[in-house]
C-alpha cells in the first residue's frame, strides 16, 4: 500500500516541481550566505557591532510551508478532478487505511525534502561565512539542529492539514486558498490587532509554530509568545483535526 502510493507521487509531474522548488531555494541559501559573508567584509568595525543578518536556512523557511501547502492540497484533490480516486477505491476498498496511506507517504516525502534541504543549505552556509562572527551564523550546533528539525516538523504538518483540508474540500483551488491565507493573510492581519492579541492570534499560525517549539530567542514580536510545550500541543491539534474532518469526508462521501 505505502509502496504503491509513493510510486503514484513520485510519478506525478506536480510532485517533482515541488521538489525541485525546494531544490532552487536550497541553493539560495548558499547564494544568501556568500551574500552575507561579501556585505560583512565590507562593513567596518562600528557597523559590525550592529549589523544583523537573517541566518542561512531563511530562503527556505519562507518556502517550505508554501510548497507542504500546495504537496498536501494536489496530493487527494487531483486524484478527484481525473477520477484516479475511484481506480485507488476500487484497489483498496477500505478507504481509511487508503487515507491514512496516502496521508503518511505525503508527510514523509515532504519531510525528507525540507529536512534534507534544511541541512545542506545550514551547512553550506556555515561554511561559507566560516569564522566571520555574523550572529544568526554562530548559534550553538544543538540549537541550530533543534531549529531546524522542528522547522522540518512543522512543515510536515502543514502538509497534513492541508491534505486533510483537501479530503474534506476536494477542491484543489479552495484548499490551496485557505492554506495561503493561514500562512500569509491572517497572520498579517492578526498584527492589526490591539495588543496583547496581536502577539497571541499571531503566535497560533501554523507558521508560526517552529521558533516557539524550538525555543528560538529573542523578543515576543520575532519568535511569538508561545511556551514549546503549548506550540507543540497547538500543532498536534491542527493535524488532528484537520485529518479527522478529511478521514470523515473520505470514508463517507461518494468517490
Known amino acids: 500500500m505505502f509502496a504503491s502510493e509513493w510510486y503514484k507521487l513520485r510519478t506525478v509531474r506536480s510532485t517533482m516541481t515541488i521538489i525541485g522548488t525546494v531544490a532552487v531555494f536550497m541553493l539560495l541559501c548558499v547564494l544568501w550566505s556568500w551574500y552575507v559573508a561579501e556585505y560583512w567584509d565590507g562593513l567596518s568595525a562600528a557597523r559590525r557591532a550592529t549589523a544583523k543578518a537573517a541566518p542561512a536556512e531563511q530562503p527556505l523557511a519562507v518556502s517550505l510551508p508554501v510548497c507542504a501547502v500546495v504537496l498536501g492540497a494536489l496530493t487527494l484533490t487531483s486524484e478527484y478532478s481525473c477520477g ?7 484497489a483498496m476498498p477500505r478507504r481509511l487505511t487508503l487515507f491514512s496511506a496516502k496521508a503518511s507517504v505525503t508527510a514523509a516525502t515532504m519531510l525528507a525534502a525540507a529536512l534534507v ?50 479530503a474534506a474540500l476536494r477542491s484543489t483551488a479552495g484548499t490551496i486558498t485557505i492554506g495561503m491565507a493561514v500562512l500569509i493573510v491572517l497572520p498579517g492581519l492578526a498584527q492589526l490587532l490591539p495588543s496583547p492579541w496581536d502577539d497571541r492570534i499571531w503566535s497560533a499560525m501554523p507558521g508560526n509554530l517552529s521558533n516557539q517549539i524550538a525555543g528560538a530567542p529573542g523578543s515576543s514580536t520575532d519568535h511569538g509568545v508561545l511556551s514549546p510545550a503549548l506550540a507543540v500541543a497547538l500543532l498536534v491539534a491542527y493535524v488532528a483535526v484537520a485529518l479527522a474532518a478529511g478521514a470523515v469526508s473520505f470514508a463517507r462521501r461518494d468517490a
Open 84 to 90: 484516479m480516486n475511484r481506480t485507488s477505491l476500487a
Open 117 to 166: 534541504s534544511l541541512a545542506v543549505g545550514s551547512a553550506a552556509g556555515k561554511a561559507i561565512v566560516g569564522e566571520r562572527p555574523v550572529p544568526a551564523f554562530q548559534g550553538a550546533v544543538a540549537d541550530v539542529a533543534a531549529h531546524l528539525l522542528w522547522l522540518g516538523v512543522t512543515t510536515a504538518a502543514i502538509t497534513l492539514v492541508t491534505f486533510g483540508l483537501g
